[in-house]
């Protein structure tokens, strides 16, 4: 029998999607990257998972990209700037009409891997949950969020959404996901780069309130200038109620940085500069922000892009 789910990577999103789905009964495939990492994930027995300080392993069945089993429904969970090529290394198996959803921060990803495999049907994803890895294959649930799922070009919610329901995967099908996109990779923009750059928690960007206005103001102008106009509204007030609500949290990117990890900037802040300079739109404060960030990143060894 077709596996219903196959899930590409199990870090920490994926670890997450992949346990609660296998414990509501709905066995999922991971897919690992390579017979070494697939020796050791069978030596720790499966994927744990850690929620309010209780553990649980489950043994998760994984198997690799070049595996036979045909795909036809495949989330991936792989970083930005992994998804495209992990994708392409088991393309083969996708059947015709194969959804692929799409876990990914920021923009750009979604829609280069929309294009290259037309005959696949993309769901695009906005998550606003929480984990991260402990350790190999042990994952720790680290905040309750939601999932926005809705595909770009329009489409009736799948009857496989029933599947989350089962699995306590909380979600919203839409109809305005690259809205949601949009708006999300405004408020990381404003926050994660500064956050990065004056090193400190997000609520101390309180502090830098000139610069979060600025930035708000030309990320509402990119917004309004791709048609997101619904994305736009209120965004400098949203900005400032995420930073008092996250006060004492570091921010995603942050905390990339602090691990010597490659971050996500190129789908975050440069695609709303390339998009910016696309659309003819000036948007200094961005640009400026942007270059500090990859000298930044550069100082510390890692990928400016
Ligand atoms: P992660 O680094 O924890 O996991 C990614 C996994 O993909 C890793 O295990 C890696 O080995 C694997 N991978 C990479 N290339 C692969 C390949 N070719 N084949 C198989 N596996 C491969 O990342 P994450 O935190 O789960 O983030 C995934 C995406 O979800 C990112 O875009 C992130 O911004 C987004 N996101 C994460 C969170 C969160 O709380 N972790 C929340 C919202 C959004
Ligand atoms: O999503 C975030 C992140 O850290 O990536 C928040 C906390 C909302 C800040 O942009």
Redesign the pocket.
Known sequence: MTPSWHI???????GLWATRLFRAGVPPRV???TPQRLADYHASGGLSLIEHDRCSLYPVAAEL?DARTPISRLLV????Y?AE??IA?LAPRLVKGADILL????LGSQQAIAERWPDSRCVFVS???????EGDFRIVH??Q?HNWLGAPEGRTPPSWLAELDAAGIPYAWTDDILGKLWRKLAINCAINPLSVLHDCRNGQLLTQRTSLHRLCNELGDLLRACNQAGAAEGLEDEVLRVVEATANNYS?MYQDVRNGRRT?VSFLLGQACRTAQRQGLATPELCGLLERLQAFLRRHGLPAD
Do not use: F, H, M, V
């Open positions: 590409l990577g199990a870090g920490s999103l994926g897919i690992l990257r990209p969970a792989c970083k930005a992994d090529a992990a290394e876990l990914q921060n920021g998550s606003t949950e929480g984990a991260y890895r680290a905040g969020g995603s996500e």
